[in-house]
Each structure stands twice: as C-alpha cells, then as structure tokens.
C-alpha cells in the first residue's frame, strides 16, 4: 500500500460498505451512525455496550433503515466474537469510538478501579476489536480501520491521569497495527479530538467538539484517505505543540 507525504492512502469509499461503529450509545458513535446512513452505507452496524435503556426502541438513529443494532462489549472478547457473527454481510470498514473517562489522578483523587476500565475500553478494546476484525477486513478491496482517539493520547493529564494513559496505550497499539495491515492493504486511520461536547466533558470550558462534527471528519478522512486527522482547535494546536517539542509540551499542559 502506498502513500503520500500528507499521509493519504487509497481512499476508502463509504457507499455501499458495511461498517462497524463501536459504540453507537455516546453521542459521538450515535452522530457517526446517522452520518454514514446519509452517507450511502449499505449496512451500519451500530454497537450498543451495556443494558438496553428503554429508549433505545424508539430512537430514530438506531431505527434508519440500513441500521443494525447489535450488543457490543469490547472488554468482552466473547461479546465482540458474537456480534461479528450477527454481521449480515462481509464487514468492510470498523469505526472505534469506544471510551472511557472519568477523572482522576496517580497519586491523589485516583480511582484505580476506574483507570483499569480505562485501559480495558480504551487499549483492550482497541486489541479486541483488531484482532477479531482484521482477518475479515483484510479479505474486503477497501477495507479499513479507523480509530477516534482523544489528543490526550500525546502527553499525560494530571486531571484525567487514567484516562490519558489509556488513551496513549491505544495509540501505541494502533501504530502497532498499521504496520502489521500495510501488507493486506488495510488502511488504519486515526482521528484525534480534543474535549467533546457530551456528558463527559460537560465541565470542561469550550472550545468542545460538536458530535455531527466530529462524525463529518471521520467521513472526510475516509473518503480523503489520511492516515491522521486532527478535529477541532484544542487538537490541532495540542498536535503542533507536540510535534514542535514533545517534552515542553507535556510540562506546559499540566495544571
């Protein structure tokens, strides 16, 4: 597979594709639904972790036609396994918007509990997700990967230690897989975002990410076929300062 110095790859199309979204609950993975939808996909198979709330049923995103519904937990390996198999159709693009945060330091205000269900969403399953996929995808002409992944990933955050640190492990981990798929012609692709305007971040200032926003640059980058994708102000200049000086950069994001 060839690219380009920009990063882009052959372009991965979205109409007429069966795609993956890992966790169509948050708001993030239910705008990407909607989005691919519109945007002609064949089959949206929309990832639900967790109980069904009521509301699920009447939910116009989850009930467009062309959408799949399907229980999917990615710190169960067993609940991945099962909801691949329910695919109706050869998969052709999996979208990771799987994530958890919660607040939180190393040392003080730290729940470790919490961090270790960072790391099983966020890193875990990012590898589970890879693992029972990557087969299928590698089989498809335009197969394709691509991970959501907060800009956190590039340096530590004494506010939110646990899920940083997730967030880093996952991007090491889809490094990892970049270069293991360069061969079967998989393309993996990373878009980072700062804050998102959801539950999770209802505490922090803006600037946040709107949701349909975010949901537009996965397309964007999809059909442009970069390898990388920043959205949103907070991670393009978070991107430029790391790059610049990595180490300046972690001290001066710290509070």
Known sequence: MSADPQG???VV????ATVLVSDARQPVGRALVGALAAAGARLVVAGLPGPAP??????PVLGLPGVQPLPLDVTDPVSVAETISRIGGPLDIVINTARHVRAGGVSHDGNLLAHHRALEVSAMGLARLAQATA???AGRPSGAFLDVLSVKALAGDAGHAGFAAAEAARLSL???FRH?????????????TGPTDDADHQALPPP??????LAAAVLDALAQGREQTCVGEVAREAMRRWLDDPALFARETQP
């Open 54 to 59: 009521v509301r699920d049923a009447h939910d």
């Open 180 to 192: 293991e798929m360069r061969s079967t012609g998989v393309r993996v692709l990373e878009v980072f």
């Open 8 to 10: 882009r790859t052959f």
């Open 13 to 16: 199309p979205v109409a007429g």
């Open 135 to 137: 087969p299928i995808l």
């Open 208 to 213: 946040k990410v709107a949701p349909a926003r």
């Open 174 to 176: 889809l490094q990892s």
